[in-house]
């Protein structure tokens, strides 16, 4: 299993573009999430999903939408770029709820860069 | 609403020290409590977990204990290794399925 897989790991855009940051797990987990790191902050959830055509909001929503349309596939898009969501952006994973005794399984990371 | 607090870091240890990283949370309900550890570079990957007061996690020589009255969740580890250098998060789970974190606490040991 390659787990929980994000691409690409490192990104710089301009302020107003747009990008997708690609997040796919291999494990038949119903519930996918997106966290921004920030320093001193620790993992802020962006928006979360409990399965195929069910998402959420979480904490920091705002400048970010998300789909799911497959249960591998967990894409986060930036439709306009502001140097405020330069971060270090996390998907992750996991078989039951976070907030049962499922463990989440965590991508790489993808390092995004707003100028 | 919920939330979870860490001590501030970073940690300096020495190798063969004794480790303790203090947490503290505020919740409704009964919430499950974690670890997590990140390596330089990497994602995280869950240490331990606990999901009910007086419920020890353990996992390489880790330890957490779920304190309900003094809504605690301190790691400790009685012997750190350089190896053990990364940054720890604690982190509440609700019923609601979201997973709030600490703000993390870098730990360096020093040979």
């Known amino acids: 299993n390659a787990g929980v897989t994000q691409t690409p790991k490192f990104q710089v855009l301009k302020t107003g573009q747009s990008m997708t940051l690609q997040c796919a797990q291999d494990?038949?987990?119903?519930?996918m999430s997106w966290y921004r790191q920030d320093p001193g902050m620790g993992l802020r959830l962006i928006h979360y999903?409990?399965?195929?055509?069910?998402?959420d909001q979480g904490e920091v929503p705002n400048g970010y939408n998300v789909s799911r349309s497959t249960t591998e596939d967990f894409p986060l898009r930036l439709l306009s770029a502001a140097p405020s969501q330069t971060s270090v952006y996390f998907c992750?994973?996991?078989?039951?709820?976070?907030?049962?005794?499922?463990?989440?399984?965590f991508g790489p990371g993808t390092r995004l860069t707003v100028l | 609403g919920n939330s979870v607090t860490q001590m501030e870091g970073p940690v300096t240890l020495s190798e063969e020290a004794f480790l303790t990283i203090n947490c503290t949370y505020t919740?409704?309900?009964?919430?499950?409590l974690f670890w997590y550890v990140q390596y330089p570079g990497e994602g995280l990957q869950l240490l331990l977990k606990?999901?009910?007061?007086?419920d020890k996690g353990s996992n390489k020589g880790f330890e957490a204990t779920y304190r309900k009255e003094t809504t605690s969740f301190h790691l400790e580890k009685g012997s750190v290794q350089v190896s053990d250098s990364a940054v720890y998060f604690c982190?509440?789970?609700?019923?609601?399925?979201?997973?709030?974190f600490g703000q993390g606490t870098t730990l360096q040991v020093k040979p």
């Open positions: 992750a994973s996991s078989q039951g709820l976070a907030g049962a005794l499922s463990e989440q399984f």
């Open positions: 494990m038949n987990h119903e519930y």
């Open positions: 999903s409990v399965g195929a055509g069910i998402t």
């Open positions: 919740a409704t309900g009964y919430p499950s």
């Open positions: 606990a999901t009910k007061a007086d």
């Open positions: 982190a509440l789970g609700s019923g609601t399925g979201k997973l709030i």
